[in-house]
């Protein structure tokens, strides 16, 4: 199976960016979905954005426009830029890839579809 590690989190004043990064190790199949999730303190786990093998992308209502989800094939490496962030962004994110998938139309808006996840990196936005 597929390994992932999440980096790129910290610490932004409002109105700021971020750059996340997953990174996989292992083979990579040519039909998956990858997302990212995040999850606030004592609040649901949710979906944020997925992108398939391609490249069609799914976002929350919430990020639409603020942030992009995008993949490096050579490098085995998801990423998640994060513009014009808010304090309700702030989260535990996590990157998780549905290896078995065609596209994400079975994945989205589905934690229990995804079979890999990595530790999770932290966002905090401050007012």
């Known amino acids: 199976q597929v390994q992932l590690r999440e980096s790129g989190g910290g610490s932004v004043q409002s109105g700021g960016s971020l750059r996340l990064s997953c990174q996989a190790s292992?083979?990579?199949?040519?039909?998956?979905?990858w997302a990212w999730f995040r999850q606030a303190p004592g609040k649901e786990r949710e979906g944020v954005a997925a992108?398939?093998?391609?490249?069609?992308?799914t976002y929350a209502d919430s990020v639409k426009g603020r942030f992009t989800i995008s993949q490096d094939s050579a490098n085995d490496t998801l990423y998640l830029q994060m513009d014009s962030l808010k304090p309700e962004d702030t989260a535990m994110y996590y990157c998780?890839?549905?290896?078995?998938?065609?596209?994400?139309?079975?994945?989205?808006?589905?934690?229990?579809?995804?079979?890999?996840w990595g530790q999770g990196t932290q966002v905090t936005v401050s007012s």
């Open positions: 292992g083979p990579i199949y040519s039909t998956y979905c």
């Open positions: 992108i398939d093998g391609d490249d069609i992308t």
């Open positions: 998780a890839e549905d290896a078995v998938a065609d596209d994400c139309s079975r994945s989205w808006g589905s934690a229990t579809a995804f079979g890999d």
